[in-house]
C-alpha cells in the first residue's frame, strides 16, 4: 500500500531530447508527488510537485503529469541538458494527523544521462 | 542562508560498534525527518521529529536505532552494535512547519560497516 514504482531505473537522451520518468502508486490516501532531483555527493533536492486536484504542472523545461484513475504520474524534461544528468526520485505523501509530519515515501529512482 | 548540514561526511566502522550521525537542519524549522539510502535504492523514512519530540518513529528498522533532538535544532541519529546491513547514506531533511510539504535534504552521511 505504500510503495511508489519507479521506471525506467536507468535513461540515456541525447542533449535536445525528452526525458520521460514514470511513477506508479497504490496507495490511493496520496495527496502529494514531488521529484526530486540528486547529484552525485548531494542530498536530494525538490525539482517540482503536484497535488491531486490538477492533471498538470510545468515549471521551466520540467513537466508532471498526473492520472488520478491510473495512480500515475511522471516526469517530463524538455529540451534535456548534459546538466540534467542526475538521479530522480518520485515520491508521494499522505496528509494524515498533523502531528505526523509528511513522511515520504520514495521510488527507487532512476539515472538520467544526457548525451551531448 | 545555510543549508542543512550532516556531519561526518563519512563514516567507516567495524561491525559491532556504535556510531552517532548529527544533523544540523535550517535555523527555525521545527520539522526534522531522517531517511536511509540503500545502495540502488530510493529513500527509506526512519524517524520525524517536531520540535524535539518524536511523533512518528515508525520507520526506525530496530531497536539498534534511535535518535533524538534537543533544542529543537540539532539531530543525533546513534546505531548500536552496528551490521554490515546498515551500510547506507543516512539522509536528514528539514522542512520550516510539520503541515509544510517542502523538505529540504543535507548532503547525507555515508556509513560503512565493515
Known amino acids: 500500500q505504500q510503495q511508489v514504482k519507479q521506471s525506467p531505473q536507468s535513461l540515456i537522451v541525447q542533449k535536445g531530447g525528452i526525458s520521460i520518468i514514470n511513477c506508479a502508486y497504490e496507495n490511493t490516501a496520496f495527496d502529494y508527488f514531488p521529484w526530486y532531483q540528486q547529484f552525485p555527493g548531494k542530498g536530494p533536492a525538490l525539482l517540482i510537485a503536484i497535488r491531486p486536484d490538477v492533471s498538470e504542472k510545468k515549471e521551466g523545461r520540467f513537466t508532471i503529469s498526473f492520472n488520478k484513475s491510473a495512480k500515475q504520474f511522471s516526469l517530463h524534461i524538455m529540451d534535456s541538458q548534459p546538466g540534467d544528468s542526475a538521479t530522480y526520485f518520485c515520491?508521494?505523501?499522505?496528509?494524515?494527523?498533523?502531528?505526523?509530519?509528511?513522511?515520504?515515501?520514495f521510488g527507487a529512482g532512476t539515472i538520467l544521462r544526457v548525451k551531448s | 542562508g545555510a543549508g542543512v548540514s550532516q556531519s561526518p561526511s563519512n563514516k567507516v566502522t567495524e561491525k559491532g560498534k556504535d556510531v552517532e550521525l548529527r544533523c544540523d537542519p535550517i535555523s527555525g524549522h521545527t520539522a526534522l525527518y531522517w531517511y536511509r539510502q540503500s545502495l540502488g535504492q530510493g529513500l527509506e523514512f526512519l524517524i520525524y521529529?517536531?520540535?524535539?519530540?518524536?511523533?512518528?518513529k515508525s520507520g526506525l528498522p530496530s531497536d539498534r536505532f534511535s535518535a533524538e533532538r534537543t533544542g529543537g535544532s540539532v539531530s543525533t541519529l546513534t546505531i548500536q552494535r552496528t551490521q554490515q546491513e546498515d551500510s547506507a547514506v543516512y539522509l536528514c531533511?528539514?522542512?520550516?512547519?510539520?503541515?509544510?510539504?517542502?523538505?529540504?535534504f543535507g548532503p547525507g552521511t555515508r556509513l560503512t560497516v565493515l
Open positions: 521529529f517536531q520540535g524535539n519530540s518524536a511523533p512518528d
Open positions: 531533511a528539514s522542512s520550516p512547519r510539520r503541515s509544510t510539504d517542502t523538505q529540504y
Open positions: 515520491a508521494a505523501s499522505v496528509a494524515g494527523p498533523m502531528e505526523y509530519g509528511n513522511k515520504l515515501v
